[in-house]
């Protein structure tokens, strides 16, 4: 069978057009599945290597995260008890006791989980004095003698103001009743809000029938205020014994606070000569109570500490001094040189004060003049806490603004500072900042 040219030409076409169908169908289309399964391969790959970067790159910021909230956990807990030992408290109040000169012995209630007691205060009228009728006739009649000096012009004058006056007492008064309302309204629907939402804490009651002096009395009173650990005195009872002596019941209420850490380990140790309580977080390694750390808090406005990452401690802590609720602190942690602006201004004859770090401000608004204090003297002192850096990859520090908008000099006491390479730098105006390194 003899093929003409155009037959050639039309197998030609129809078989290269088998051999193409055949490659789509067997060849490409899996080759561009394959393509596909590795390109969405790669994808999720590429996406959890991504995550997985992010993850790393915030990991720092989450330590810091972490280590500061940890120590504001911390911070708000010192003052509770980790837990309720009648053991360790006898030895504790019995020590408060020796110290100050008392003799005592306690009895204890039992152990409860509830919420806090409020003590309602209460307003009483007392009966006028006999002798008030007496002062109130003097005094009238020197106010009528004072008034009779004044000319016909100034009395029509003191009328009118008397008159606006009144006019004004009562739109105050109204408006004073229509608030006083609209707070009961709030303060009722507050306190329905708080009913049902009870905070509970593990607590316990004690009696303390002591005898002693009335100067003993008072220095355990003030050891008492004083101590690391809240224990609140609720009630008082005295009676004399002799001139000298006094005895009575005293009522003692204890709160303890579930801890972050080994604190309730280190605690329930059982050593009569164990040092109880922690050092002080501005301290460079100062315990409670020593003269240095006392001397210090005493005489400053502001307490600021700066330490090295390494540290379980954020590397910037600020607060005013004696808080001893931390709960004007704010916080900072990383390894680089921290920025920290202080803002202290004088309203009329008032002192105010608000800073701010990269993690938080204190206050929280941060728009006004912030919190009134009163400084503890002549300058406003600002304590600086440093440490020596520990390596060379140690880089933690504070930079700090001080923008001081009083009458009063500000004096930036630093201790402690590395002196190759000091962590603590001051800005500001240097006619009202004084800095000083010890």
């Known amino acids: 069978m003899k093929i003409s040219k155009k037959e050639k030409i039309m197998l030609s076409i129809l078989a290269i057009v088998l051999v193409g169908f055949i490659y789509y169908e067997f060849v490409y289309l899996k080759q561009t599945s ?213 005895n009575g019941i005293m009522g003692l209420e204890i709160y303890a606070m579930p801890k972050i850490g080994n604190e309730l380990e280190e605690y329930l140790k059982w050593n009569l000569d164990n040092t109880y309580g922690k050092n002080v977080p501005f301290g460079a390694g100062a315990a409670v109570g020593s003269t240095k750390s006392e001397s210090n808090i005493a005489t400053s406005d502001f307490m600021v500490s700066v330490k090295s990452i390494t540290s379980d401690l954020p590397t910037v802590i600020i607060g005013k001094s004696n808080d001893s609720l931390r709960s004007t602190y704010a916080y900072a942690n990383s390894n680089k040189e921290e920025e920290v602006e202080i803002v202290l201004t004088k309203n009329g004859d008032k002192y105010y004060y608000k800073y701010k770090t990269s993690n938080g401000t204190y206050p929280t608004q941060y728009t006004g003049v912030g919190i009134e204090f009163i400084p503890t003297s002549d300058n406003i002192v600002l304590q600086v806490l440093s440490e020596s850096r520990v390596t060379s990859n140690d880089k933690s520090g504070i930079k700090i603004k001080i923008i001081n908008k009083t009458n009063k000099l500000v004096n930036l006491e630093v201790s402690g500072d590395d002196t190759q390479s000091p962590r603590v730098v001051v800005d500001g105006d240097g006619n009202n900042i004084s800095v000083s390194n010890k």
């Open 34 to 246: 394959k393509i596909v399964q590795k390109t969405d391969e790669k994808n999720t790959i590429e996406q959890k290597y991504n995550n997985t970067m992010n993850t790393i790159d915030a990991l720092e910021k989450r330590k810091s995260d972490i280590k500061i909230l940890k120590t504001k956990v911390n911070n708000k807990s010192a003052l509770f008890y980790p837990t309720i030992s009648q053991e360790h408290l006898i030895l504790e109040i019995d020590k408060l006791l020796k110290s100050s000169g008392l003799e005592g012995g306690l009895t204890f209630k039992p152990i409860t989980v509830q919420e806090v007691e409020k003590v309602e205060k209460s307003k009483e009228n007392l009966s006028e004095s006999s002798i008030q009728g007496i002062v109130d006739k003097y005094n009238s009649v020197i106010s009528k003698d004072s008034k009779n000096s004044i000319n016909d012009n100034d009395k029509q004058n003191v009328g009118n103001n008397s008159e606006k006056n009144n006019s004004e007492n009562i739109n105050e008064s109204s408006e004073s009743k229509s608030n006083d309302t609209q707070n009961s309204d709030n303060k009722n629907s507050k306190d329905d809000s708080k009913k049902s939402n009870k905070k509970n804490i593990e607590q316990v009651k004690c009696e303390l029938n002591f005898k002693g002096s009335y100067n003993s009395l008072n220095n355990f009173l003030n050891a008492i205020s004083k101590y690391e650990r809240k224990i609140v005195v609720n009630s008082i009872t005295i009676s004399q014994k002799s001139i000298d002596e006094i």
